[in-house]
């Protein structure tokens, strides 16, 4: 049994009895029936990962190398199953001739990864996507063990890679980036992960504007709260038929999930509730996209969304440049408070 110890540097040691073999880092998610090795993840799903070789002082975590050696297990080649833990990796179902072919790959790798990935500055390049292939996209990657934030960011982000290639390409493995979304922030259940990983790909794409991210990020999180999801066209996806929709009132995970039980009677941690948050994950890519096109490449945005009257109404006394000046939010206040007026 190999183990991954994690290190301050990025990347992990490779050890066996305590000695340190190689260091990896562990790269993009294997699809299911990749190879057999298989390993448990804190969280509870099986998942596979890539190992890239990398060598500590060479390899930063954020460059990508550009030529990667990717390792699978079985056929030959390596892949690891991961079980994440507290500061260790269980290491299951490789041979023991990883760590020597690593050793050797090692030296080469080196070389190869010494090479720095220019970004260009935000707005990344946009082309016109089709929504309704990102949306089955976003339902697919939370299947790959996503979950909703890192699903829907690898929605719209690995079918700009495909359209567009570059930079998208070259950014790391969407998990690494996004996976910490999941349930509303590691299970906080505060802003659903869906809309979150939507809203980092938005970012990607409309750059550091304050007014632009506005008006899409705006529309977007109206969508969200305000229409009964999942979509009658995501709600195609999968094998568990149509399920029950609701509308959450705001864009927190809690109280969308917790409106959806209401509606459809099921358990928060059951599977139809995961099925129903993978069809979110494309369902808000899909209208992230939509966005975008209109913004973009078709150059007319006219927002629908309108926001509820309490914005204002509330507002008034308790938002910027009321008398009492002390909330802030474009949340539904009524969804959490009464009206105190009577
Ligand atoms: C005309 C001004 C005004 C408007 C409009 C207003 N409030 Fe208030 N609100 C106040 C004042 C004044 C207080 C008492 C503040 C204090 O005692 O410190 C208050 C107190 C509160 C509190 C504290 C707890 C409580 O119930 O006393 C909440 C929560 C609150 N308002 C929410 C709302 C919401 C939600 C709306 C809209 C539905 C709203 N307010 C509309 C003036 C307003
Ligand atoms: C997701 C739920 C949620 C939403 C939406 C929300 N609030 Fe709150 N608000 C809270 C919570 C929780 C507190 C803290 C209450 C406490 O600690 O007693 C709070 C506190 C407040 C307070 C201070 C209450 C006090 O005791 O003085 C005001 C005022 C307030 N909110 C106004 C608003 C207004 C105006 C809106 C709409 C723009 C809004 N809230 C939307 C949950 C919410």
């Known amino acids: 049994m190999y183990y991954f110890t994690n290190e301050k540097k990025g990347g992990y040691n490779v050890t066996k009895g305590g000695k340190v073999e190689t260091k990896v880092r562990i790269g993009k998610q294997l699809p299911k029936g990749e190879s057999q090795a298989e390993g448990w993840l804190g969280y509870g799903f099986h998942n596979l990962w890539e190992v890239e070789i990398m060598e500590d002082k060479k390899v ?52 190869a990864t010494n090479t720095k990935v220019e970004f260009p500055p935000t707005p990344w390049p946009y082309k016109k996507l089709d929504p309704e292939v990102v949306r089955k996209a976003g339902f697919e990657a939370y299947k790959r063990d996503l979950h909703c934030m890192a699903g829907s960011f690898a929605a719209i982000i690995e079918t700009l890679a495909k359209e567009v290639g570059y930079p998208y390409d070259a950014i790391p493995p969407v998990e690494q980036l996004a996976y910490y979304g999941a349930g509303g922030v590691m299970g906080w259940a505060t802003l659903c992960g869906a809309a979150n990983g939507s809203c980092m790909a938005i970012n990607l794409i409309l750059g550091k504007d304050h007014e632009k991210l ?129």
């Open 60 to 111: 930063k975590p954020l460059e990508k190398a550009l030529s990667r050696r990717k390792f699978l297990c079985d056929a030959g080649k390596f892949a690891v199953g991961t079980a994440v833990g507290i500061g260790s990796i269980g290491l299951v179902g490789c041979s023991a001739k990883m760590a020597e072919q690593t050793k050797e790959k090692a030296k080469e790798t080196v070389a």
């Open 214 to 342: 506005g008006v899409a990020i705006n529309e977007l999180l109206g969508y969200y709260s305000t229409t009964p999801l999942p979509t009658a066209n995501s709600n195609k996806f999968g094998d568990m038929g149509e399920q029950a929709q609701s509308v959450a009132g705001n864009p927190l995970c809690h109280v969308s999930v917790t409106n959806w039980c209401k509606a459809s009677g099921k358990k928060s941690f059951s599977p139809e509730r995961a099925e129903r948050c993978a069809k979110l994950a494309g369902d808000i890519a899909a209208k992230a996209v939509e966005l975008l096109n209109q913004i973009i490449v078709e150059g007319s945005f006219t927002p629908v969304y309108k926001a509820p009257e309490a914005i204002t109404d509330c507002g008034s006394c308790h938002t910027k440049g009321g008398v009492l000046e002390n909330s802030r939010g474009k949340m539904d206040c009524l969804t959490c408070h009464d009206d105190h007026r009577g």
